[in-house]
């Protein structure tokens, strides 16, 4: 036998008891504390077959009998009436259906979220990789072609300087298969990045800091292995299918166009994973290599980059401080491997083209 506190309505009047609910084996009896019941007597009993129960909120239940109401605030009260009544009690039998069907639907959408979640953050990324991987070239040069030229509109471009950046980038074999175009643009930040399709850009601000022609084609060859590798192209094309992914959750697929050009506009934010870099890096440094050009330009990059990051605040760190800080581990791989290199050519040509190219900055 255990009494409970509960709320006592009849179902007729909005008037509220005070009551005491007793439970025996097979019927609870009901005291009322301060009232009797609107027929005068002051003790029901109702019968543990005929009752319903309900839950109300987590904390309170529903005890009805003919007409009327007991609220009973005690999270328990389902298992307290188990013990008393067993789980063949109607009642409680209907009860445990329902708990059954609510625990195993709640499961049932558990388990979904947990396929979306896996779908989003693993099963997507490597689907995007795949497509990005087989997307035919001429898409790969529109997408580029489509951001460069939302990117251009507000873009101080140097036509000058873009077209001797050309000429020295012509001197270097980067094994491209498609054509490479470069642009200098005026801009004071630190930075430079290789659109999908074969724009690489190179602000003004960076380039003047070239001490020399390696430094500059290690620059120049960290990016186009980027796009060489598609990590631009990957991230849009992850950033367009996470985009389309939540669109179609939230049933508004308006505004893929929008995010193709925000997504391009990024790109000059653009930050690429430590892995990552460390591709550019190491594929930038088998394109000097097979140049014959020094591989010291990777370390004389580096320690402008170097320079370049203690000025810099740390939210608008450009593509090449990916990595920031610096991490040693680059810069040590980049030392060890120049000193292996035994084939080093002086390159004059490029040098004349280094020179034209940083003409104006040694004027200034
Ligand atoms: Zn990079």
Request: with cysteine; hydrophobic share 40%; glycine share 6%.
């Amino acid at each position: 036998m255990q009494t409970l506190q509960g709320t006592y309505f009849d179902g007729k009047t909005a008037q509220a008891h005070a009551v005491n609910v007793t439970i025996q084996s097979d019927f609870l009896t009901i005291h009322f504390v301060n009232s009797t019941a609107s027929s005068g007597q002051s003790m029901l009993l109702w019968n543990a077959n005929q009752v319903q129960l309900k839950e109300t909120t987590t904390q309170q239940w529903e005890i009805s009998f003919e007409g009327a109401t007991i609220l009973v605030a005690d999270a328990q009260l389902q298992n307290i009436l188990s013990t008393y009544w067993g789980q063949n009690n109607p009642a409680l039998r209907q009860k445990n259906l329902f708990n059954y069907l609510r625990n195993r639907v709640v499961a049932l959408c558990l388990i979904a979220t947990g396929i979306l979640a896996i779908g989003y953050f693993f099963i997507l990324p490597l689907l995007c990789d795949v497509v990005a991987e087989n997307m035919p070239y001429s898409y790969e040069k529109q997408l580029g072609e489509t951001v460069f030229n939302s990117m251009v509109n507000t873009a101080d471009v140097d036509s000058t300087r873009s077209a001797q950046l050309q000429q020295f980038a012509n001197g270097i074999q980067f094994g491209n298969k498609h054509p490479l175009t470069f642009y200098v643009v005026n801009d004071d930040v630190y930075n430079a990045f290789a659109l999908p399709g074969g724009h690489v850009v190179v602000y003004n601000k960076l380039l003047n800091q070239m001490p020399t022609k390696e430094a500059l084609a290690a620059l120049l060859a960290h990016e186009v292995a980027h796009q060489k590798n598609k990590h631009a192209l990957k991230s849009m094309v992850r950033g367009i299918a996470n985009y389309a992914f939540i669109a179609i959750l939230t049933n508004d697929v308006n505004g893929i166009t929008a995010l193709l050009i925000q997504s391009g506009g990024n790109l000059k934010q653009m930050k690429f994973s430590r892995n990552l870099e460390t591709e550019a890096d190491d594929d930038g440094l088998d394109i000097l290599k097979n140049n014959q050009l020094s591989q010291k330009g990777f370390e004389q990059l580096f320690d402008v980059l170097g320079v370049a990051e203690e000025e810099y605040p740390a939210s608008t760190f450009p593509e090449m401080l990916s990595t920031h800080p610096l991490t040693k581990k680059r810069l040590n791989k980049a030392v060890e491997t120049a000193k292996k290199q035994t084939q080093i050519l002086p390159h004059y040509q490029l040098e004349k083209h280094f020179e034209a190219l940083m003409a104006g900055v040694k004027q200034q």
